[in-house]
């Protein structure tokens, strides 16, 4: 079911990802159009907030916000190496937002499986130094993620997504303790995988630290 946004939306597609650092594990990214009023209070720098303070701005963010959400894999992030992927799942997370909310994007003499058609209106901000490709101007800024409510916005959705995405992992893989670490190169996951050997979800690409 296509949700319908209530009010006119702002001209700022936030974008941000979250698990460029894991040893195994999805990187995920979202794009984030907030309304007017927002309360921009909620918001901050994923890492600046407790979990349970992102899962609440999470839970606003989605029933109030313009969003898409999108990953990738970490057989992709082997093949085309972490900062394509981030970029890949940000473009992914723009089609997720488009396919999501079709009236936002798009006029209705476009052809419906497009996302260009009032592309015109937005300007998309990206936390980091690079863009990933699409159809709207686009702008590479440091640190963004504690700047700009849309980017921490869009930080927010994707931490809370990949953690979940770990959390269920965690039911598949239990010996690798994916709840608790969600697949950062801490000191029990690097034992784990030392015990274990790598995961089917591990990032082969990733060198993983001497104990």
Known sequence: MKKEY???PGTIVGFDEAGR????????????????????ELLNDSKKLSEKRREEAAAIIMKDAVWGIASAEAVEIDRINILQASLLAMTRAWEALCAAFPGILRKPEKNKNDCIGAAENFTAIVDGLYCPKLPIPCHALVKADAKVPEVMAASILAKTARDRMMIRYSWF???YGYEKHKGYPT???????????PSP?????FAVKEL
């Not at 990187?27 to 309304?35: G, K, N, S």
């Not at 029990?188 to 030392?194: F, K, Q, S, W, Y």
């Open 6 to 8: 209530a009010g006119k």
């Open 173 to 175: 893989y239990p010996e």
């Open 187 to 197: 000191k029990a996951h690097r034992e784990a995988i030392a015990r274990y050997g």
């Open 201 to 205: 979800i591990q990032r082969e690409s």
């Open 21 to 40: 650092g894991p040893l195994a594990g999805p990187v995920y990214a979202a794009a984030v159009i907030l309304p007017p009023n927002f309360p921009l």
